[in-house]
Nanobody, 122 residues
Framework: QVQLVESGGGLVQAGGSLRLSCTAS????????MGWFRQAPGKEREFVAA????????YYADSVKGRFTISRDNAKNTVYLQMNSLKLEDTAVYYC???????????????WGQGTQVTVSS
């Protein structure tokens, strides 16, 4: 099975930056598209960003476009989410996921990490 582990979450002030990482094992990382999703208290899980297996295609939610950047290093089996200009509404548990097709839809992803908490304070 594919195992995904997120890291890099924490507490940050509004306007600050944070970089999340997700490392994968169990399958060929480069064969999978990767996505980031988040879930805030009382809210449904929502799409944040996604990247194709080669990194050539990226998708972003409108709410994070221009502030967040998704990238991957297949040699390290790692996908990143660089988060800049963080806002209070970015507070959520962030999950990485892998799938065969780059997509904004959570249902297209087969494996999920345990999540990492990001809290933005004022």
């Amino acid at each position: 099975q594919v195992q995904l582990v997120e890291s890099g979450g924490g507490l940050v002030q509004a306007g600050g930056s944070l970089r999340l990482s997700c490392t994968a094992s169990g399958r060929a990382f480069s064969s999978y598209a990767m996505g980031w999703f988040r879930q805030a208290p009382g809210k449904e899980r929502e799409f944040v960003a996604a990247i194709s297996r080669s990194g050539g295609i990226t998708y972003y939610a409108d709410s994070v476009k221009g502030r967040f950047t998704i990238s991957r290093d297949n040699a390290k089996n790692t996908v990143y989410l660089q988060m800049n200009s963080l806002k209070l509404e970015d507070t959520a548990v962030y999950y990485c996921a892998s799938g065969y097709v780059v997509s904004r839809a959570s249902g297209r992803y087969d494996y999920w990490g345990q999540g990492t908490q990001v809290t933005v304070s004022s």
